[in-house]
């Protein structure tokens, strides 16, 4: 799956919950979903690592495996 700019429909690659587009120049937020229910995750932050958790009975998912969408208010 891929993300593009909701502006200039430019490809982008997440980093840590956001995504930057060189042609905006301009960070777009982004929402993490689980791959399995389309549902939010929870993000989890120790040590320096993001992991991520589905609260809907899909545990643990790997960066991977995480679907990002541009952050919708």
Known sequence: ????????????????????????????QLDALCPECHEPLEVLKACGAVDYFCQHGHGLISKKRVEFVPHQP
Do not use: F, Q, R, W
């Open 1 to 28: 799956m891929s993300i593009t700019c909701p502006d200039c429909h430019a490809e982008l690659e997440p980093y840590n919950g956001v995504a930057h587009c060189k042609n905006c120049n301009k960070d777009i």
